[in-house]
């Protein structure tokens, strides 16, 4: 008699996986806070509208009923987006789409980011490795022992928020890594694009995953230390690998915690 047949379904490139009727379960889909949600829903409802920096959004009652939701959930949301520079709220004058200055943040594509759209993120991390790779290269030519120091200290705080468990620390940690390589590179139209990229990518941080990338924060240790050598050795060419290798790394670690938290994956 011939055996049970499963279902044939894609797998890794170039493998099937065959799953049997008993373990057609999907896995739970991890829990996300409804203002969180939307939050999400409010972006996309910005861009579907096509509302420019500066236009009025519909109000709190709006986009309740749109959504589905209550007022009090709509308000957390809100929050939320006023925090990370996405939208303004004016008492007695209601909501408006945020016209912040900043180099990505005013454009028409810093006002559509939106921080869960995998395709998104893809093309944010492009750029940054774009940037980040070359600001490593010039790093390594151009930094003064004040900018070495200070990188290495901005690695040391990763390191030490990642053992304590600190996450905050950690990200600040990482924030100052980063722009510090970009200070060292003497070249401030990449300071500006480094800092309003990773402004962008923090969106995803709160919104995306809640602050809940960080399986990978053992790995970025070593992988900000192989960085910080090269650029300390003046080695540019390695320092441009470390840093692409770094960015490959954390945009994987990315896609897999969104897919996580919005599909169960």
Not at 99 to 110: A, K, P
Not at 120 to 130: A, D, K, P
Not at 196 to 208: C, H, P, T, W
Request: charged share 25%; net charge neutral; aromatic share 6%.
């Amino acid at each position: 008699m011939a055996g049970k047949r499963g279902k044939v379904l894609p797998g890794v490139i170039g493998h099937t996986h065959c799953v049997t009727r008993d373990e057609e379960v999907a896995p739970p889909v991890p829990y996300r806070p409804g203002y969180e949600v939307v939050a999400e829903q409010i972006l996309r409802l910005i861009a579907e509208l096509e509302l420019r920096p500066g236009d009025r959004m519909p109000t709190e009652n709006e986009l309740a009923a749109r959504m589905g939701t209550s007022r009090t959930m709509v308000r957390e949301a809100v929050k939320i987006l006023s925090a990370i520079g996405r939208v303004r709220a004016h008492k007695g004058r209601g909501l408006y789409v945020s016209d912040d200055e900043g180099m990505l943040g005013g454009s028409r594509w810093g006002a559509f980011f939106l921080p869960t759209d995998l395709g998104h993120v893809y093309m944010l991390f492009e750029f940054r490795r774009i940037q980040e790779t070359a600001a490593s290269r010039l790093a390594a030519a151009n930094a003064t022992p004040a900018e070495l120091r200070a990188i290495e200290a901005a690695a040391e705080t990763c390191r030490r928020g990642h053992l304590s468990g600190q996450y905050s620390l950690f990200d600040s940690g990482d924030d100052d890594f980063h722009a510090g390589i970009a200070a060292a590179s003497h070249n401030q139209f990449l300071v500006a694009a480094v800092r309003e990229a990773r402004r962008l990518q923090r969106q995803s941080n709160i919104i995306g995953m809640s602050g809940g990338i960080g399986g990978h924060a053992a790995g970025a240790i070593e992988e900000h230390a192989a960085i910080y050598q090269a650029i300390r050795d003046g080695d540019p060419d390695a320092a441009a690998h470390a840093a692409g290798v770094h960015l490959d790394n954390t945009l994987e670690d990315y896609r897999r915690e969104i897919q996580r938290r919005l599909f169960g994956l």
